[in-house]
Nanobody
Framework: QVQLVESGGGLVQAGGSLRLSCAAS????????MGWFRQAPGKEREFVAG????????YYADSVKGRFTIFRDNAKNTVVLQMNSLKLEDTAVYYC????????????????WGQGTQVTVSS
């Protein structure tokens, strides 16, 4: 498994932007599909965005399409979630996840998870 560490969360006003980063350990980062999930208080964890192993295909939840962008840099073992036009309902703990030889879709069997980073959107 790969070790994942998220960063970049914080407090932002509605309409603002944040960039989340996920740093992965190991030498086989390019063999992992990557995803971002989030969990708000009292709600189930939900898929936000995913990307395939080479960054060619990306996938988004309907709620974030057009506002969030996922991309990766395999040379730096990093996947990034750029979040624009943030809404109050985007408040959640955001998790980075990985699946070796996976697809990056919401149904992929992600088996490595980071500890999460808090994103809070205020009015």
């Amino acid at each position: 498994q790969v070790q994942l560490v998220e960063s970049g969360g914080g407090l932002v006003q509605a309409g603002g932007s944040l960039r989340l980063s996920c740093a992965a350990s190991g030498r086989s980062f390019s063999s992992y599909a990557m995803g971002w999930f989030r969990q708000a208080p009292g709600k189930e964890r939900e898929f936000v965005a995913g990307i395939d192993r080479i960054g060619r295909s990306t996938y988004y939840a309907d709620s974030v399409k057009g506002r969030f962008t996922i991309f990766r840099d395999n040379a730096k073992n990093t996947v990034v979630l750029q979040m624009n036009s943030l809404k109050l309902e985007d408040t959640a703990v955001y998790y980075c996840a990985a699946e070796r030889y996976g697809s990056g879709t919401k149904d992929a069997k992600y088996d490595s998870w980071g500890q999460g980073t808090q994103v809070t959107v205020s009015s």
